[in-house]
């Protein structure tokens, strides 16, 4: 009899700890960590904080930031493990990960990247955060006047006299100049590699002709820079949505419907303004804090 009462002693101890094991997310009774990582300048680095801020204040998950180079190297980490989340574009994935050169509409373009990286890696995709942050080529107004452009067509018969600047990512991908010079039959003077945040002040300047922008950086107005039109429409929609691995996903679930909330939150318009702050010195972390009180995500 004794016996028996031990042996059901150890069971309920054994269930209780089971119990107390998943009220608590982390061996230790720690919260899980989220591991999140962005690229290399300002909106991803927005971006990055904004959502681990959001998390850390909605869920009982606490999170870990890391800063990577360019897209392959956050999609590689995912990929790998390293990292559980990152805000990737979907453009970005059509061109730089899938390698794709055909034209799809906005909706067409997340629907391909989303069945094709979950089919191909296990990642998924949420709900696309809102912006549209496409590349943009930008010349300086006075540039704009004296040479009559309005379109990216009429900038090829000027632009063996022109140079032309860029991050490393778009020098090196389809979706970047090398697509962009075969659409257009395009030819520059000099094609010039810098730090994306440096390009916009170095266009301003005289140092370059033409800019590859991100059509959501505040400089652009700042500037009195002018954009030119993609009149062949050759940059593909480029959203801006959380992405993870299909198994983290599942694993979470919370997680994920309180990720949802975020979708559709923020315009262009509001990115330009959030990007500027921080390009003029504001905290990055201050500024994402911003960007959630503003839609009443937090307090």
Same mark, same amino acid.
């Given at each position: *009899?004794?016996?028996?009462?031990?042996?059901?002693?150890?069971?309920?101890?054994?269930?209780?700890?089971?119990?107390?094991?998943?009220?608590?997310?982390?061996?230790?009774?720690?919260?899980?960590?989220?591991?999140?990582?962005?690229?290399?300048?300002?909106?991803?680095?927005?971006?990055?904080?904004?959502?681990?801020?959001?998390?850390?204040?909605?869920?009982?998950?606490?999170?870990?930031?890391?800063?990577?180079?360019?897209?392959?190297?956050?999609?590689?980490?995912?990929?790998?493990?390293?990292?559980?989340?990152?805000?990737?574009?979907?453009?970005? +994935?059509?061109?730089?990960?899938?390698?794709?050169?055909?034209?799809?509409?906005?909706?067409?373009?997340?629907?391909?990247?989303?069945?094709?990286?979950?089919?191909?890696?296990?990642?998924?995709?949420?709900?696309?955060?809102?912006?549209?942050?496409?590349?943009?080529?930008?010349?300086?107004?006075?540039?704009?006047?004296?040479?009559?452009?309005?379109?990216?067509?009429?900038?090829?018969?000027?632009?063996?006299?022109?140079?032309?600047?860029?991050? +490393?990512?778009?020098?090196?991908?389809?979706?970047?100049?090398?697509?962009?010079?075969?659409?257009?039959?395009?030819?520059?003077?000099?094609?010039?590699? *810098?730090?994306?945040?440096?390009?916009?002040?170095?266009?301003?300047?005289?140092?370059?002709?033409?800019?590859?922008?991100?059509?959501?950086?505040?400089?652009?107005?700042?500037?009195?820079?002018?954009?030119?039109?993609?009149?062949?429409?050759?940059?593909?929609?480029?959203?801006?949505?959380?992405?993870?691995?299909?198994?983290?996903?599942?694993?979470?679930?919370?997680?994920?419907?309180?990720?949802?909330?975020?979708?559709?939150?923020?315009?262009?318009?509001?990115?330009?303004?959030?990007?500027?702050?921080?390009?003029?010195?504001?905290?990055?972390?201050?500024?994402?804090?911003? *960007?959630?009180?503003?839609?009443?995500?937090?307090?």
């Amino acid at each position: *009899m004794m016996k028996r009462v031990v042996c059901l002693l150890i069971v309920i101890l054994a269930l209780f700890v089971v119990v107390l094991a998943g009220c608590s997310s982390g061996e230790d009774g720690t919260k899980d960590t989220v591991r999140i990582t962005h690229k290399n300048y300002t909106e991803q680095r927005l971006t990055g904080q904004m959502l681990s801020i959001y998390i850390a204040e909605n869920t009982d998950y606490s999170t870990e930031v890391t800063e990577l180079g360019g897209t392959l190297l956050c999609w590689n980490a995912l990929v790998d493990g390293q990292v559980d989340m990152y805000a990737e574009f979907t453009g970005s +994935a059509y061109g730089a990960i899938l390698e794709q050169t055909g034209r799809l509409g906005t909706q067409e373009t997340y629907d391909f990247v989303k069945n094709a990286t979950e089919e191909q890696y296990g990642i998924t995709w949420l709900d696309p955060l809102g912006w549209n942050n496409t590349y943009v080529l930008s010349v300086r107004k006075g540039t704009a006047e004296e040479l009559q452009l309005q379109t990216i067509s009429d900038l090829v018969p000027h632009a063996k006299n022109m140079v032309l600047g860029g991050d +490393a990512e778009f020098l090196a991908r389809l979706d970047g100049i090398i697509g962009l010079k075969e659409e257009y039959g395009l030819e520059f003077k000099d094609e010039r590699g *810098m730090d994306q945040g440096l390009t916009y002040a170095a266009l301003r300047d005289g140092q370059l002709d033409v800019n590859s922008s991100f059509s959501t950086d505040g400089r652009i107005a700042k500037f009195d820079l002018v954009n030119l039109e993609d009149d062949k429409a050759f940059f593909p929609p480029y959203y801006v949505t959380p992405i993870m691995k299909i198994e983290f996903a599942e694993a979470h679930p919370d997680l994920i419907e309180t990720l949802r909330k975020l979708g559709g939150q923020w315009t262009e318009s509001e990115m330009q303004v959030y990007n500027l702050k921080v390009d003029e010195g504001a905290d990055v972390e201050e500024v994402a804090r911003e *960007m959630l009180k503003d839609k009443g995500l937090i307090d």
